[in-house]
């Protein structure tokens, strides 16, 4: 069997919200662009149904194809546009355009060509319509290419095009340019610039275009929306101004109707302008963060909202939210690195400000967030916000520890460091302890011992202010209640150094703490001092022990480019390598750890056994930016590589984020086969909405129902349909304003689905009569049968089959259907 080979692939964490988001024609489905791939959405489940994959580079653009409702179009970098069939995750057709393509647009009146954004010079970025020739290949060059409109935006949202695609509308700084086709002439208006008060936000931001009338809307920098109308000639314009949002407007979207206009901004506010007038505006409030863009349903029945933290909320045409789409937060910095939870095995990292999120790397979404500040976030640029630095898990789960600081000088640290426990009943971690200023200076690490049930629970903090602390869980019980509490057991420095990091040995036995340049390992039951080494080439910048048959080795990734392997047996050094370490992540379920290196060409991935000098694994160029936190993530299925260099993948899978918190991975697997079979069950089957009991169950029923349909066939007994019976037609039919009360229609509707007593099954009459009755048709019906079989058996053109004797319950079940009435059937 061969392997294939490892390739590095994007896990997830890709933003959501770098484009609108589409809607399918039936609004069932949701498409939103995602890194190199297009993701398919159920908006009723919440679910990655499917992941469509080809692109080579960003997806910049994607739209539904105009004159069929199953296909979507895509754009990318890579210089291609692709047709989709989305409900069958397949590709259909790639245009080869062969430049840089930065937004898409369709229109119904163009069958044969879509717009284009494309840039020849640096910052200078042209309106295009590329011309899709029709070939039966699925590859095909599309290079007739028409010019449209010069010097726009870059962003999709400063181009929109109007009513029955007469005109296309751009922005761009104070000028808005409006290109008509028939005419083909631009009109040009312009706002003033100047830098008085007044004038000094007039920079348009957005535009949107009226679906039913000549009427542009435009957002702008200080709040305003203006709407403009006459504009065929540039001197007879008129526009009206709106105004609520107190910031950027970011981004505007009309009703399929045209009827209402809605907008959002920073202040995480969804405003419908009803009839476009100041008066008639209603809010969705509360939205969690800055909405970036707005998207409309085809069937005008939703609204979806796109966010600066990453996720898409499907709203109801009554401005209630009823479904969240949640990527990975990108938080402006990831000062807690990566976490995995023991108990859910997901993502751990900074969220939304103040927050852990938990991300499912199964399913690609956010599972939940757990409030650490507890202060509610204020937006305003040049504030000093408190931030969550520090976060660690403890007894397989159990307990959790964060650090927040906030520093608005030098010598204003305000530092706190919290515990909380995981509780079983609310399946949830609460507030357990609450330490201020438990150091004087910055909190550099912390770290649990490694015991899943330990007998004192250890809990160690490193510090610019030169110490280490021993944090200890006792009994913190009164007379109203019992409880247990974090209390400071030990403290520990050596010669003023500041600490820098630490952790504990597989068995809890040692504790290592490095000071600047120096690693000290103490004893875990006495904290005494054991021994130190000392490596003058820089500051110790990553620290960890060796697992397994590797556990008598200690681990130092140094600054000026040195990763040292030391004894613990020998107290001396066992080898050492010139490396620039960026990255350095043991393996938790066996003796392999990772490090990451930054080299010019990128970061590279070396994999090792610390007994063993040669590596197990090299990749080079893993990413071209730097590769700033990493973490081994145990499988819930082992694979079986077989390759040697491959096996290190086997029990556990290793994921790191890049600067632009890119979060990759090492995989033989495409995407989408990473989507769990009930995503999968999603889109085949068109039962929505479905719900989790709907999976546990459906198969069980299904399985139940193929089984009894056959008995049930035959004793089902088939009832005059609806329409045909006098009370019901009348009831429906009849104008509800000359109908008689309720009261009197209840007893003639209920009488009129009763069954007469003709029609009456013999299952329902008593078993006396049922008896008497079969012993009186005994004779009779014998005597018919036997003819009825005699005259069969005389036919030679039939089969042996016919000569089944029938046995005595079937004999009983035809009777039963003789007895049934079947005289409505002539009214049909």
């Given at each position: ?37 297009v ?28 004159n ?15 047709v989709w069939?989305?409900?069958d995750?397949?590709?259909?057709k ?45 590859e ?15 962003s ?40 008085n ?9 957005c ?6 009338e ?16 006459d ?88 401005l ?77 789960g ?65 510090s ?18 019992n ?10 420095s ?61 681990l ?50 070396f ?18 930016e ?54 999968k ?21 299904q399985?139940?129902?193929?089984k009894?349909n ?69 004779d ?40 049934v ?8």
């Open positions: 069997m061969v392997e294939a080979s490892l390739r590095v692939v994007r896990c997830g964490g890709s933003e959501l919200n770098f484009r609108r988001a589409v809607f399918s024609a039936d609004s069932k489905y949701i498409f939103c662009v995602s890194g190199d791939f993701k398919v959405y159920s908006t009723t489940t919440e679910e990655c149904v499917h992941i469509l994959q080809g692109h080579r580079n960003l997806v910049t653009g994607i739209q539904l194809n105009p069929n409702h199953l296909q979507l179009y895509s754009c990318s970098f890579d210089g291609t546009i692709k069939d989305y409900v995750g397949i590709l259909i790639t245009y080869i355009v062969g430049q840089k393509l930065h937004a898409l647009f369709t229109l119904a009146q163009t069958e044969d060509s879509v717009f284009v954004t494309i840039s020849n010079k640096k910052d200078v970025f042209q309106l295009v319509s590329v011309k899709l020739p029709k070939s039966s290949s699925q095909i060059e599309a290079k007739e290419i028409s010019f449209v409109l010069d010097y726009i935006n870059q999709p949202k400063c181009i929109a095009f109007g009513y029955e695609g007469e005109y296309v509308a751009a922005v761009r700084d104070f000028f808005l340019s409006v290109y008509f086709f028939k005419k083909k002439a631009t009109s040009r208006f312009t706002l003033s610039s100047s830098k008060k007044k004038h000094s936000k007039n920079d348009f931001t535009v949107a275009c009226h679906p039913k000549e009427c542009i809307a435009t957002g702008h920098k200080d709040g305003k929306i203006r709407l403009w109308r504009f065929h000639e540039d001197k007879k314009y008129t526009y009206t101004t709106l105004h609520w949002h107190h910031d950027v407007v970011m981004d505007l979207a009309f009703s399929v109707t045209g009827t209402s206009l809605l907008s959002g901004g920073r202040e995480s506010v969804l405003v419908e302008w009803r009839d476009a007038m100041e008066k008639n505006k209603e809010f969705l409030p509360r939205l969690g963060a800055t909405i970036e863009h707005i998207s409309v349903s085809p069937a005008g029945d939703l609204f979806c909202t796109s966010h600066s933290d990453n996720k898409i909320i499907v709203i109801h045409r009554n209630e939210a009823s479904a969240v789409i949640q990527g990975l937060v990108k938080d402006r910095s990831i000062f807690t690195g990566l976490m995995v939870d023991p108990r859910t095995k997901a993502l751990v990292l900074n969220g939304k400000p103040g927050h852990l999120q938990f991300y499912s790397l199964q399913s690609d979404k956010q599972l939940y967030n757990l409030d650490i500040i507890q202060q509610e976030y204020i937006s305003d640029h040049g504030l000093t916000q408190i931030e969550l630095t520090k976060a660690a898990f403890g007894c397989y159990s307990w959790l520890a964060t650090v927040e600081q906030r520093q608005e000088r030098e010598t204003d640290l305000e530092l706190q460091m919290k515990l909380w426990m995981y509780n079983k009943k609310t399946q949830g971690f609460v507030l357990n302890t609450k330490v201020s200023m438990p150091h004087e200076d910055h909190i550099t690490a912390l770290c649990f011992c490694n015991a899943e049930k330990p007998e004192t629970p250890t809990l160690v903090t490193a610019k202010d030169g110490r280490f602390k021993v944090w200890v869980l006792t009994d913190d019980s009164d007379i109203y209640k409880a247990v509490g974090w209390t400071c057991d030990f403290v520990g050596y010669h003023k150094y500041q600490a820098t990091n630490c952790c504990f040995s597989e068995d809890d036995s040692l504790l290592a703490v490095s000071f600047e340049e120096i690693v000290t390992i103490w004893d875990s039951e006495t904290w005494e001092l054991k021994c130190t080494f000392c490596e003058r080439a820089g500051e110790i910048r990553h620290l960890c022990f060796g697992r397994l048959t590797c556990s008598k080795y200690l130092g990734a140094i600054e000026n480019g040195i990763l040292c392997c030391w004894n613990l047996l020998s107290c001396a050094l066992e080898w050492s390598t010139k490396l620039n370490i960026t990255v350095m992540e043991p393996d938790p379920n066996s003796e392999n750890v990772a490090v990451i290196s930054q080299s010019p060409g990128g970061s590279d991935l994999v090792f056994k610390p007994s063993e000098p040669r590596p197990l694994y090299i990749q080079r160029n893993i990413s071209r730097e590769v700033q936190w990493g973490v081994f993530v145990p499988r819930d299925v082992p694979e079986s590589f077989t390759s040697e260099a491959y096996q290190w993948l086997n029990r556990s899978q290793l994921y790191f984020l890049t600067t632009s918190q890119s979060l990759l991975t090492l995989s033989t697997k495409p995407p989408e086969e990473k989507l769990t079979p009930t995503s069950q999603l889109l085949t089957e068109e039962s929505l909405p479905t719900t989790p009991f709907y999976f546990i169950l459906g198969k069980h029923r399985r139940q129902e193929e009894s056959d008995t049930l066939e035959s004793e089902l007994i088939q009832l005059p349909s609806a329409e045909n019976i006098p009370a019901i037609s009348e009831l429906l039919h009849t104008p509800a304003h000359v109908l008689p009360s309720a009261s009197f229609l209840c007893s003639m509707f209920v009488n009129s689905l009763l069954l007469s007593q003709e029609t009456e099954s013999v299952e329902e009459l008593p078993e006396d009569v049922d008896m008497e009755d079969e012993k009186q048709s005994d009779s019906d014998e005597e018919t049968d036997f003819t009825e079989k005699v005259q069969d058996t005389n036919n030679p053109d039939l089969g042996e089959d016919i000569m089944h004797q029938l046995s005595k319950s079937e004999e009983k079940e035809l009777r039963r259907f003789r007895k009435d079947y005289s409505w059937i002539t009214t049909l």
